[in-house]
């Protein structure tokens, strides 16, 4: 598929999802634990405080974090409909990988609108009940 085809695919998956694929955290965890989604937190190390989503044992989660995400490829699902959301800290790294796994053939990829330490406290407040 030429380059031009297939940002007119991804664009077009994209439009098929609700918000463009941008999710809250509510929608996250329902992608993750109801749909069995990947969560991809790709912040750099130098954005990670306290720990990373992996760390804190969220399921299905991933520290890949940007700079070097070309060394996590082997963690991607090899199904590519397989939901993924990217998360960082403001969406800026979530977007760019979102758009590497467009390129890569990944058709449900979502982002989360919110902060991923969000998302880390959301997980705490309710593994610890």
């Given amino acids: 598929m030429h380059m031009k085809d297939r940002i007119k695919s991804i664009i077009k ?4 999802k609700e918000n463009l694929g941008m999710v809250s955290l509510h929608q996250t965890r329902e992608l993750i634990m109801d749909a069995g989604a990947i969560l991809l937190d790709v912040r750099p190390p130098a954005k990670v405080t306290g720990e990373n989503a992996q760390e ?3 399921e299905n989660a991933y520290y890949t974090p940007y700079p070097e995400f070309d060394q996590y ?9 397989t ?12 977007n760019r990988v979102k758009g590497y796994l467009g390129f890569m053939g990944y058709s449900n990829v979502y982002v989360l ?11 705490h407040a309710h593994a610890d009940k």
């Fill in 56 to 58: 804190a044992g969220i």
């Fill in 73 to 81: 490829l082997d963690e991607l699902p090899q199904e590519h409909d």
């Fill in 113 to 123: 609108d919110t902060s991923i330490e969000d998302l880390i406290e959301v997980h």
């Fill in 83 to 94: 939901p993924i959301v990217v998360a960082c800290l403001k969406g800026w790294f979530a």
């Fill in 13 to 16: 998956d994209d439009l098929n």
